[in-house]
């Protein structure tokens, strides 16, 4: 992602901050500067970063740091949560049940790659999707879908004869049986009343669970007024912002939409179909911040299962689920090895290979086969024997091949457990600490 300068600006701040040994109120002010240019050569507009630095300011200033945190450590935790609320504040929330998506947009925001992007998102997560061709407008709009469709393996409908999107769609729906259904739909200049007319046509005929408006990050902070267009007159439920790879804008994007109240969805990364992130403000502040400060972010721990899962460890019990959480969690924060890489007294050599190289995909593809499993495998995965592996690759949508991967994957990380647990003393507040990163964030 070319985040690249927003990020180290907002590290730039985070260092100063960690950087001295009283945080006064010009250290404070200093790193709110630091954030102010950040945001502002990201495009983002002026007034909502000077709110933002506002509330850093007077919440840093006047609260107490919570039990157990340093005053730093509280600092940097109170800038980690501002710039959450900056960029959109909640998770986007994709349930992975039957759905009707219509995507709309000006032209070349993305509208067509995401659709394909996004039908691989839910045919990732066992759901069955299809596209339909509503872009009519374009020429070969329909070959290029079919092209998409062809590449991720989901069928996709239309007509490249007929030019009226509605009878597309109309008879596209008499046909399709797929239980994810994403519209693609033609772009315009801007949101003009042809494009309002078109829309609501597609809309009757679908009665979609979403409207998705796509607009590309390198509208900066022009996005927020396109998305309170769209809302205003196409009463859209989410927003995709595409591109977020290809410009120095995306912070000025994610936060002017995030300040017109709209959830933020999904973000794109890339032109390949696997680009495609649901967005989660949280673990976007993390990447910012590059990890830097875990230590003062432990605030949001749910101590007390990261506890109990440590002394389960410690016990020798590291069952699958509990592999599974970690997974999750970690999955939730980026990769594992930058994870690692910031706690003190881990040696990432002594880690296997293959756990540090997990990448998310293999993670999805893991969590299934998990979850293809009996209660049973995942307390004792020595019960799982070459017909059970069969059962569960089939189950999940995988190869036995991959299964054994997950099992001999889970039997090193259980073994490395064991190492920490035999360690030299100290060991135990660390794999505590790595605990904690894991069950929080
Ligand atoms: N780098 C990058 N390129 C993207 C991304 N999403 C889409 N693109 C590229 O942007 C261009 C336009 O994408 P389309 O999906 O065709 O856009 P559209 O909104 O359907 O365009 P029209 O149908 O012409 O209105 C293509 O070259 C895509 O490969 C992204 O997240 N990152
Ligand atoms: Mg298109």
Redesign the pocket.
């Given at each position: 992602m070319v985040l690249d300068s927003l990020s180290s600006g907002v590290q730039k701040a985070v260092d100063r901050i960690r950087g001295t040994t009283l945080v006064d109120k010009k250290t404070i002010k200093e790193a709110c500067k630091e954030i102010q240019k950040a945001l502002l050569q990201s495009d983002a507009d002026v007034e909502l970063v000077f709110d933002l630095t506002e509330s850093i300011k007077t919440r840093a200033l006047g609260e107490d740091p919570s039990k157990g945190l340093t005053q730093k450590e509280h600092v940097i935790n109170i800038v980690y949560d501002e710039l959450v609320k900056f960029l959109g504040k909640d998770e986007a929330q994709i349930p992975l049940k039957k759905s009707k998506i219509l995507l709309m947009?000006?032209?070349?925001?993305?509208?067509?790659?995401?659709?394909g992007?996004i039908a691989r998102f839910y045919k990732n997560r066992g759901l069955k999707p299809a596209i339909i061709a509503c872009?009519t407008?374009?020429e070969a709009?329909y070959d290029?879908l079919k092209q998409i469709g062809k590449s991720i393996e989901v069928p996709v409908y239309g007509d490249p004869d007929e030019e009226d999107s509605a009878k597309v769609l109309k008879d596209a729906m008499e046909e399709v049986e797929e239980e994810v259904i994403i519209v693609?739909s033609?772009?315009r200049d801007a949101l003009n009343e042809d494009m309002v007319e078109e829309i609501n046509a597609l809309n009757r005929i679908l009665e979609p669970d979403e409207r998705f408006i796509?607009i590309?990050?390198d509208m900066g902070q022009q996005a927020g007024k396109q998305a309170r267009r769209f809302q205003e007159e196409l009463d859209i439920t989410g927003v995709v912002v595409?591109?977020?790879?290809?410009t120095a804008k995306g912070g000025g994007a994610i936060s002017a939409c995030a300040a017109t109240g709209a959830t933020i969805k999904f973000?794109?990364?890339?032109?390949d179909m696997k680009?495609?992130e649901k967005y989660d403000p949280e673990r976007f502040v993390s990447q910012l911040i590059g990890y830097g400060d875990l230590q003062g972010l432990l605030e949001r721990v749910d101590e007390d299962q990261a506890e109990e899962q440590v002394k389960r460890m410690m016990e020798g019990e590291f069952t699958l689920e509990d592999f599974q959480d970690q997974m999750k969690q970690v999955q939730s924060m980026g990769s594992l090895d930058e994870v690692m890489g910031k706690i003190p007294g881990i040696n990432k050599s002594k880690l296997p290979d293959g756990l540090i190289d997990i990448q998310e995909e293999k993670m999805e593809r893991f969590n299934y086969i998990i979850d293809s499993m009996t209660p049973a495998e995942r307390k004792d995965p020595k019960l799982i024997n070459p017909s059970r592996k069969k059962r569960i690759a089939h189950g999940s949508g995988t190869d036995t091949k991959d299964v054994s991967e997950l099992i001999k994957l889970y039997r090193q990380s259980k073994k490395a457990m064991k190492m920490f647990k035999g360690g030299r003393g100290g060991l135990r507040g660390n794999l505590q600490k790595m605990m904690k990163q894991f069950g929080g964030l």
């Open positions: 947009g000006t032209f070349g925001a993305g509208k067509t790659t995401t659709a992007k872009d407008y374009r709009a290029q693609d033609s772009g796509v590309p990050a595409t591109k977020m790879d290809s973000i794109g990364t890339g032109e680009d495609l």
